[in-house]
């Protein structure tokens, strides 16, 4: 009998484990360790939305439902989406419930790929961006941007990357990890280069809820982009419902309808109890959305000026719950620089290189902990870098 690692594809064994997952096992093993690592709320999912999903199994509600997602639940995303970001989407034929907004850009990436088609990834970006796109048969292509310009994209350096081949392009905005949000302007200049070379866009819109200085702009809400993107989005992060795995897609019909064959052979359906759940949550949840979100607001400003004021520069961002200060300073490498911090005093942080070529020098540091942990971090973290001079 051959190894079994012989029986592996070669797509899969090539892949490198997630930078996230591989820094973390480290954090298992300790105690007593601040975690500004997680991307998650440090809010628990409310009542209203838990009693929502217990009434459901105690009403019997534990069947499958349809593969797009219970109507009621995407009727309430058509309205959600057309209130608060003046979108228009069809309930039974552009919105699909998912398992998460990862299985979305999963089933996104393989409905449109086909074998070398090259996909446009902006780094620094989540871990699972290019890693999703090869399993699709695509080939990610990273277009860097610097922390010089806050991580945002130069549309004349986007349009170098371009080639024959490239099909589309994914943005993530509010970013995991920098935080930056991408302002009116800034997505107008990419609509015009999506239009010219007739790309498809991706957009990872899973923050739109938390952002703090400036409204938010929705990259389909702009003249022409609804028919060629394809919006992102769920409850795990604006509605701390990480564990309920839910998130959905919203496309125009024919690219919704290519992604919903993906879905039916994939998962069949989201869990029943968390649409549900979710339900309550667009219809009762959003005060308690607005309560998270200033808490974060007042979180981020303490902490990214604690940040500056110890050394590390770090840019103000505009939403999500992540700060990215550059550790260039210290002379050392992201990984370094966190495994030391995680040794030495106990905080755990992620290496900025986990993000892609571009996010090394930095490291990620998420903000949805306790203030008092926040105030201890900085503590701590002022004299990791003090003990370094």
Request: aromatic share 10%.
């Amino acid at each position: 009998m051959k190894t079994l690692n012989s029986y592996i594809s070669d797509t899969v064994r090539t892949l490198k484990p997630s930078g996230i997952r591989k820094f973390f096992d480290l954090v298992a093993k300790m105690d007593g360790v601040i975690s500004l690592g997680v991307g998650e709320p440090d809010f628990v999912t409310p009542w209203n939305v838990r009693e929502a999903s217990i009434l459901s199994l105690e009403q019997g509600y534990t069947a499958y439902t349809a593969n797009a997602g219970i109507v009621e639940l995407r009727t309430e995303i058509s309205r959600y989406l057309q209130k608060r970001f003046h979108l228009q989407y069809d309930f039974e034929s552009e919105i699909l419930v998912t398992v998460g907004a990862s299985q979305a850009l999963d089933i996104a990436f393989r409905a449109i790929l086909n074998q070398g088609d090259e996909v446009l990834i902006i780094e620094p970006c989540f871990v699972s961006y290019g890693s999703l796109v090869t399993l699709a048969g695509g080939k990610p292509i990273s277009v860097s941007t610097s922390g010089d310009e806050e991580f945002k994209i130069n549309p004349y350096s986007l349009k170098k990357y371009i080639t024959s081949k490239t099909k589309a392009m994914i943005l993530c905005t509010p970013s995991n990890p920098t935080g930056t949000v991408l302002s009116k302007r800034d997505l107008e200049e990419i609509a015009k280069i999506a239009k010219e070379h007739d790309l498809i866009v991706i957009v990872d819109e899973i923050y739109a809820e938390l952002t703090y200085d400036e409204p938010f702009t929705s990259f389909p809400s702009l003249p022409d982009m609804k028919e060629r993107t394809i919006l992102i989005s769920g409850f795990s992060k604006a509605f701390a419902m990480t564990g309920w795995r839910l998130g959905y897609i919203a496309a125009e019909c024919d690219l919704l309808q290519a992604m919903l064959k993906v879905h039916q052979y994939s998962v069949m359906c989201a869990p029943t109890m968390a649409q549900y759940a979710a339900v309550e949550a667009l219809t009762n949840g959003m005060e308690e959305v607005e309560f998270m979100r200033k808490s974060y607001k007042r979180r981020r400003n303490y902490f990214v000026k604690s940040l500056n004021e110890i050394g590390l520069h770090c840019h103000m961002p505009g939403g999500a719950f992540y700060a990215f200060p550059s550790i260039q300073n210290t002379g050392m490498s992201s990984e370094e620089f966190a495994e030391r911090l995680l040794v030495e005093q106990k905080v755990a942080v992620v290496p900025g290189n986990a993000f892609g070529e571009s996010g090394e020098g930095y490291i990620r540091c998420s903000y949805a902990s306790s203030m008092e942990q926040l105030q201890e971090a900085i503590k701590r973290i002022n004299h990791f870098v003090q003990s370094l001079s």
